[in-house]
């Protein structure tokens, strides 16, 4: 939810971008957690699998996230961070997964960027990539 004003953090999110390509980043406005719910799934296609980025979700290490993510295999995944207020209820309930990149509360403008950059350390992961050196 929301759009990215920082362009410390849109540099940032750019250069993750251009190395996973396929990636693609929806920007929905952000109002209040029932319309942004409804926003999130007129947005989702039929075919993809949503996960959701909260607070009280799993936390996960880098490696660990990595495996995770190759449990889903070649579905199309839809990583939604919520609003100011989070998602709704029955926006986490509908999630396949819950996520939470730690029990720290970021700006969506941060957790997209850290995001994006797990999703590149998981990649690396997989493909035994030195990017990770844990």
Do not use: C
Not at 54 to 80: C, H, I, K, W, Y
Not at 99 to 125: C, D, G, K, N
């Amino acid at each position: 939810m929301g759009k990215v004003r920082r362009s410390w953090i849109q540099d940032g999110i750019d250069l993750y971008l251009k190395r996973l390509p396929g990636l693609t980043i929806s920007e929905l406005r952000d109002s209040n957690p029932d319309k942004e719910a409804d926003a999130i799934r007129a947005a989702l296609r039929p075919d993809e699998t949503l996960i959701a980025l909260m607070e009280q979700g799993d936390t996960l290490a880098s490696v660990p996230f990595a495996r995770r993510l190759e449990q889903f295999g070649n579905q199309r995944l839809a990583f939604v961070i919520g609003g100011a207020d989070g998602l709704t209820a029955e926006l986490k309930a509908q999630a396949k997964w819950r996520l939470s990149l730690s029990p720290m509360t970021f700006p969506h403008e941060l957790a997209r960027l850290m995001l994006v950059e797990q999703l590149f350390r998981a990649q690396a992961i997989v493909q035994g990539s030195p990017y990770h050196r844990a």
